[in-house]
């Protein structure tokens, strides 16, 4: 199974700004998703992403807000732009392989303030 | 959209007793996909189902899907205080969409 790393791994952050958030997988994979979970809460997928194409977004979830970039098989990011309070969240990228199963980086914890 | 709902929300059971969580669908799902979240810990892969009525076990756990493939459930046999977590259900409905269901928190007392 793929290893995935993400960075950071929680952040705090003012009202306004922008962060960005990395993830990168020890192998090459084609399917890369990522996900934001409110403690407690079940996971809730913002966008696709696949290397060659642009990220495909879920309803509620538009580009200008959470533009992401997939420049190889092996590494993506994802940005919070003009974060607010309601931003804050888990947020969790991850990948199958060969259409068996996800796996998930361990998470980048945001709080805006 | 597309929707799953998964039952119960919490289960509270004694240590040795039986445990279940079920997902339903209004929709036929291409598979569904099992993961174990541990408390502050992040979603890992535990199975996927595929064809219709099909069970899967792997040790104290079997999950089932169901013949119309709308509906799924995952069984523990003598819980273990290690099963302590929240059990969600991933339903693919096409190629790149997976909805998640809302989890079900599994408490073990020894």
Known sequence: ??????????????????????????????MMFWYRQQPGQSLTLIATANQGSEATYESGFVIDKFPISRPN??????TVSNMSPEDSSIYLCSVEEF???QYFGPGTRLTVT | GQQVMQIPQYQHVQEGEDFTTYCNSSTTLSNIQWYKQRPGGHPV????????????KQKRLTFQFGEAKKNSSLHITATQTTDVGTYFCAARYNFNKFYFGSGTKLNVKP
């Open chain 1, 1 to 30: 199974s793929a290893v995935i790393s993400q960075k950071p791994s929680r952040d705090i952050c003012q009202r306004g700004t922008s962060l960005t958030i990395q993830c990168q997988v020890d192998s090459q994979v084609t």
């Open chain 1, 73 to 78: 098989l092996t590494f993506s990011t994802l």
């Open chain 1, 99 to 101: 259409s068996t199963g």
């Open chain 2, 45 to 56: 892969f535990l199975i996927q189902l595929v064809k219709s009525g099909e069970v899967k």
